[in-house]
């Protein structure tokens, strides 16, 4: 229709004859599509009575799920849907639904929540705790919150690492990983510094949504993340590949045959381990982990080619 007017402006222009017949086809285009549309709305109610029976087509939003297995599942598909939306779940929300999907992960695998807490944060040492400390404390300070850094920080930096400690306790197979701090600090930050309610949303994140091994096992699914990252990259920004390769073969020789890293992994490892925490503003950190926790790990992904994408430009 749009072209319509833009042609029967150009015929006015050539002749007041012209303009007449492109007046009157106009009108025609016009009467052909009032007529689809009534012909559309007398349609709808008889479109819209052959929906399923008992097939629910409304989203019912609340902060919590309803108990049960159905009650979660509307729960969580309506909130998946809100993440989606521009303005993404509101910040008052956020501690309540992401206590949810870490409650319904626990509860999934049947775990005794206090006895739980009663080992992760036993003040008495164990074995593995001395050399877990010393890496934990080592990265305390470069977390990159104001918070946690200088003399007023230190409150803020015990629970961190008493957090961190628990963690370590509860999945022996990871323990602690550089970037760990990161992720614990804006955890506290989302659950007003609540020690219990933190691991259990550390737990859901490192053990349930993230891929196995992501952390553990020398980073094994994080490479995996990396090496499908850059095959995304030739695919969708195929210039910025090839430029990235040339820059790659250039320092390569300079290197004189030692091994240099592929240019993307010095960017984006540490978004991956960061989970984009260190390198992009707080209130878009946060909406990339609601995606991240409905929709996976591949947000990552998505995210960093973006990001790339931009960089191109």
């Given at each position: 229709?749009?072209?319509?007017?833009?042609?029967?402006?150009?015929?006015?222009?050539?002749?007041?004859?012209?303009?007449?017949?492109g007046?009157?086809?106009?009108?025609?285009?016009?009467?052909?599509?009032?007529?689809?549309?009534?012909?559309?709305?007398?349609?709808?109610?008889?479109?819209l009575?052959?929906?399923?029976?008992g097939?629910?087509?409304?989203?019912?939003?609340?902060?919590?799920?309803?108990?049960?297995?159905?009650?979660?599942?509307?729960w969580?598909?309506?909130?998946?849907?809100?993440?989606?939306?521009?303005?993404?779940?509101?910040?008052?929300?956020?501690?309540?639904?992401?206590l949810?999907?870490?409650?319904?992960?626990?509860?999934?695998?049947?775990?005794?929540?206090?006895?739980?807490?009663?080992?992760?944060?036993?003040?008495?040492?164990?074995?593995?705790?001395?050399?877990?400390?010393?890496?934990?404390?080592?990265?305390?300070?470069?977390?990159?919150?104001?918070?946690?850094?200088?003399?007023e920080?230190?409150?803020?930096?015990?629970?961190?690492?008493?957090?961190?400690?628990?963690?370590?306790r509860w999945?022996?197979?990871v323990?602690?990983?550089?970037?760990?701090n990161?992720?614990?600090?804006?955890?506290?930050?989302?659950?007003?510094?609540?020690?219990?309610?933190?691991?259990?949303?550390?737990?859901?994140?490192?053990?349930?949504?993230?891929?196995e091994?992501?952390?553990?096992?020398?980073l094994?699914?994080l490479?995996?993340?990396?090496?499908?990252?850059?095959?995304?990259?030739?695919?969708?920004?195929?210039?910025?590949?090839?430029?990235?390769?040339?820059?790659?073969?250039?320092?390569?020789r300079e290197?004189?045959?030692?091994?240099?890293?592929?240019?993307?992994?010095?960017?984006?490892?540490q978004?991956?381990?960061?989970?984009f925490?260190?390198?992009?503003?707080?209130?878009?950190?946060?909406?990339?982990?609601?995606?991240?926790?409905?929709?996976?790990?591949?947000v990552?992904?998505?995210?960093?080619?973006?990001?790339?994408?931009?960089?191109?430009?």
């Open positions: 229709m749009k072209q319509a007017r833009f042609n029967a402006g150009r015929r006015a222009r050539s002749g007041p004859c012209v303009s007449r017949q007046s009157s086809g106009v009108g025609n285009i016009i009467s052909n599509v009032l007529k689809k549309r009534n012909g559309i709305s007398r349609r709808a109610p008889r479109l009575c052959t929906l399923e029976p097939v629910d087509t409304r989203l019912k939003f609340t902060i919590e799920p309803s108990l049960g297995k159905n009650g979660f599942q509307q969580y598909d309506a909130l998946k849907a809100v993440v989606r939306l521009p303005t993404g779940i509101p910040k008052e929300w956020r501690k309540r639904v992401w949810s999907l870490a409650d319904h992960y626990l509860h999934s695998i049947s775990i005794d929540w206090d006895k739980t807490l009663r080992f992760a944060f036993n003040e008495r040492s164990n074995p593995d705790d001395d050399s877990l400390g010393i890496q934990i404390v080592k990265d305390l300070h470069r977390t990159g919150c104001s918070s946690y850094s200088g003399q920080g230190e409150q803020d930096r015990v629970v961190l690492k008493r957090v961190l400690l628990a963690y370590a999945n022996k197979a323990g602690y990983c550089q970037g760990f990161v992720l614990a600090a804006l955890i506290l930050e989302v659950t007003e510094g609540n020690e219990s309610h933190a691991l259990k949303v550390m737990i859901y994140l490192i053990d349930k949504v993230l891929p091994s992501y952390f553990a096992n020398n094994r699914s490479s995996v993340d990396m090496a499908v990252f850059r095959d995304l990259l030739r695919m969708k920004l195929p210039h910025l590949s090839q430029h990235l390769h040339l820059l790659q073969k250039t320092a390569d290197a004189g045959g030692s091994y240099e890293p592929p240019l993307t992994n010095v960017f984006t490892m978004w991956f381990l960061t989970m925490a260190t390198c992009l503003p707080p209130n878009t950190v946060l909406k990339i982990w609601d995606s991240v926790f409905f929709d996976g790990s591949e990552l992904l998505r995210v960093a080619l973006a990001i790339w994408s931009h960089l191109e430009e």
